[in-house]
């Protein structure tokens, strides 16, 4: 269903027209007037003229059949217009109304029901209900259905804005001169998902660079095409995620009816796929607002030069960048030669530069500096510690001109004007400077973090991930949770060439005996039970056993613990096998993530999981330098490298496995949780061992034998 | 040396008025004769009438001696006019001109040594040089020479501004309505210097909160003398530590000459005086303005209420105070349902509250929802997501006016107005609000952070610290390190009271044998050498010794060994005990700051410190609850407590041997650095053992024998 008619119709009914201001037909009638693209109808059978215009009794009526209706009237009415507009032909709508699903009333849910239905058979684009509208200031078509102070005819395009809340969105559009293509409020998101509407966008050439408030997604596979699409594009994708926190979650979840589902399993998505996220609203703006005016101009490094005024600013810029970790290359003596003609004698050259007050409007002496940054390759751009705000203050305009000046001969690297406080730019400055792609960034800390931010996006590289969208959430038919062995694990992994060790399970003493010259002491000797998943907590496990005498006493020992401690648990028997040479503990696990399918987590054992929470989460399936990555992003990872006197690790070795684990996971979509704990990693070519599996599969209750209640 | 004729002088003299625009001349001119307790006078040779007064040639030939001189002529001719007022009997002066050490030239420093030498001599205080003046916005004295804004007639008094960069005390004078009550610009610091404004602001009850910008202290004892008094007092101070990173030192120290120092130190300093310590601009300002405003109505509780209009600003609300950890305190089901009377059915009362847009305008709803949060005792205040800002937009005025109106009916409880984006606030409500105790933030996430920040001030109680002020710097005369072996470092610590088991040198192996029965088997033995700090890497450690013979043949190979790796150490012996029994691993150690004096660290061994630099760290003398909070503060602590079975640990000891470690690194001024690595911390009851300590001191040439080239 193309999304066309919906993002630029061209031509436009709003439907229960009104003059009362700041109703939803009032503001829809006025703002889709000022689409310059459209032919706009009012429909309103008890108003002759509103607006100017004369009006129409009902949709039937109009002379043509319009591509989008604007559905201004309540909850009530919805349905049998959006009906008699289906029947016309209008293949797409916005409802505004509010009372659906989103307020988890029975009569609400069945009408929003009978609404997708009506969609669907006519493949109309419904947007809403229960949304704020929507703005192409591309094609300049408004359907916003609330107060809209945006101008088309000056708004500059760039970023396509989609937000699932229209007070977001509201906010989002009032902040002076943000560069927008398109605004869209999803509303509830049951019949023209989010998901399709990113797609758009990720498509568009007019937009170039996505800002999304998400409270959660219900199609996460559409949902990770579009983002892979947009990460092959190189269109970034900036997301305020919101629903973070558990009282968060509980508030979104009121509020749209959206599930804000598991934030962890977010965030490595948004990892894989190079999405930046961001804590807030100016945080969401600053950087979408720095990716439309730097347009194709992104940095070509990720080093930054900084200018400041004062000793004072300049240190804190130096803090800032240190911080956020923002690296300031060091000038080589021939830059600092180069700089001393532009400073004073008694300032010192040095990245970040006080230029001191000498620079206070001298425009020559500010360009001479900006051309020794623009001369280091290290450096992608610099940033300028001045605020234009609306009292245009002398010092700050005679930086912004010199700025200016700066790019009418040729200077081309990105420059960021960073103000100390918060305040409100002057719009004449932000645009002469923004039409240069010169950046005006939040106040200092917000801008260093979303330099930081920049800095991220740079260095993903979407060829280092394995983006094939997987999301295979487990199936909600099948609630039966069935443990396996250790055995069997280890069996299913082993088959898939995972480093699993020689074991066997055995029944009874007598047979342990009878397989004596098969065994290569020392033994782990493990207890075997699908019930028993902490098999040291009662008793079942001996290590190092070093004869057969030992042996057949530990076999009666461990049955006889596990039989009073685990009364009722069944038992296979115990499972015997080699001593595994001790090496550096990795934890490997996967969970099935009910919206996005299996995530792989990795971590060092003992205190680096359980104290630090030193882990890595990625979405499967992996590639061999995703793996490398998650590895190199844990802290522990130093004991990889081989730490005080240790030899290096295998990583290699424990990268492939990981790959290959994840796509176990993808290949087996039963597979609920898996926990490899401990993996052990040996010295550097001599490969990695699972010493320890456990896993559970999720199945339908007639498949398997040994089967729980599942809770998951 | 009393401030009060430079903070507050009855009389003052310009020396060099001009009226060129923009000089320090022009605008000490104009600053100072809007003074409105004070007389001026302006001096200028050349000029008869200057800014319409009639002017004097000379100091001489003024009326009456002034109390302060704003010295604002070129460096070359500054000491001569200090020294014509200091005749004359001026008791201040402001010095403007730069020039003097900052730059780090001959001449300055030797100009600068000549003014200190006048003000001792004189007993004037000399504000600066280099510096940008002072405002006493309390008795309405400005002895600014930069150009101010600042309107004295309408700006509310609050906060002391205390700033080593006039840039940024210009730039913080530049922020609308904040509340001052002097502004500060200490200059170079060498004659007045910035710990005796800090303290000058302590005393005075005019100043509610201390806003300080501090690229480093001179005197650390004057400084945290002040922190302590502040801290007793309960006044906030807010700081602006630049110079943290090492770019940022290098950047503070070429600014003003200061010593931005070890940032660990100063943060542990911090820590120990409650002092709030910020990363920008905005959020020393947010938090100043907050405090100023709150005044003594300091909330009575940490947690707080939210009141939002929409569901995508409360979950942002809820993510943030989650990022920050801000408590909001759940509802009952009493709370919930008085709420439920001021929002619609399909809204859902919780903290934070998304009142929907069904709040818009209506005064009444809005009063009684904060009437339900003031009488939650766990909720000390209310965050309002709402931006009044210059527009005044409507939906903004009628919860401003709702704010009010709950003031007027008696609601106390502070409120946070809490604005998604940044911008610049009405004038004149901030001023209404303001007044009523309703605190304007900066935008939404730095306002959370702020708020953090606030709970972290209010958890500090100065009793739990020990606030004797130590700061004993090593003696700069004492350049030499003298190294203690293992032994001399047990035997001084043991004569303190610390728990260092009982250990014998021997100097061969007959006379081992001779106390045979002495020794308690198994044993440890380790060489025992002033040049062997690292015993274990030459050989130098065996272990679980466990009879006469064995022992014989480790003392002759520990020498043998030593001997061999580390040719030309001393050997004393080797020092010999029995085996400590194993405990949890605990490193503490004392470094001397070379301003602040002893430090103690403190963290758990292995990868806690060396991987995950878990350590904790706190200006010596500690008292009893600062170190079970230094302990509590580290991220190991779960392991003190019982981890995975193991027993709960003796954290009282280990608390007591802090404190007496504390106490002896500041008993004992000549030790520069301890190493106790490692404690053993056995089960509750059983106390602690220091199993290895390493002892550096410094001293005079004379006073060892051990002794190495300092280099610390």
New interface residues.
Partial sequence: MSLKKLFAPRSIAVVGASDRPGSFGCCSAENSLRSASARVYLVNPRKKELHGQSTYETLSRLPETVDCAMICTPKQTVLPLLREAAELGTKAAVVFA??FS??H?ADGIALEREMQDLAGKYGMSILGPNCAGLINNVDKVNLWGMNCSLDMNTRPAGIGVL??????AS?IMA?PGLHISYVVSSGNGNIVPLEDCLEYMTEDPAVRVIAL?L?GVRDAAKFTKALGAAARARKPVIV?K???????A???S???GNLAGNNEAYRAVFRKYGVVEV?????L?CMAQMFAVLGDHLPRSTGLGGLN???????????????YRLE?PGLSERDKARMRQFIPA???P???L?AT?ALFGDIEKTIGLLQVYEQIPEIGGVTVGCSI??TEGKVSVAICEALLEARRRGLKKPYYVVP?????PSPRYQEKLEREGIVLM?????AYRCLALLRDYMNYRPERHDLTPSALPADPAAKHTAVLTEYEAKRKLGAWGVPVGDERVFRSAEELSGAAEELSFPLAMKISSPDILHKTDCGGVRLGVSNLEEARLAFTQILEHCRENCPGALLDGVLVGPMAEKGLELILGVKRDSQFGPLLLVGLGG??V???HDVALAPCPICREEAEDLLQSL??S??LRG??GEPIRDSGAAAELMVRVSRYAVEHPELQELDLNPVFVYPEGRGVRVVDALMLLRQPEEAGTNQKEGSA
Same sequence: chains 1, 2.
């Fill in positions: 509010s009372g989103e307020e009333s937000a699932q809340s229209g007070f977001i906010n902040r408030y409270e305020l919101a629903g973070k926190s558990a009282v968060g509980r508030a979104a009121s509020h749209t804590d807030c609203l100016e945080e703006l005024l004062s000793g004072g600013a300049n240190t804190i810029c130096a803090d800032l960048c240190h911080l300031l008694f300032a010192t040095d990245n970040p006080d007050t705000d609306i100390s406080l918060e305040g409100t939040s106040s200092a800390k917000t205190v680096f359980e104290v630090f802290r522990g130093v004991l730490y005080r």
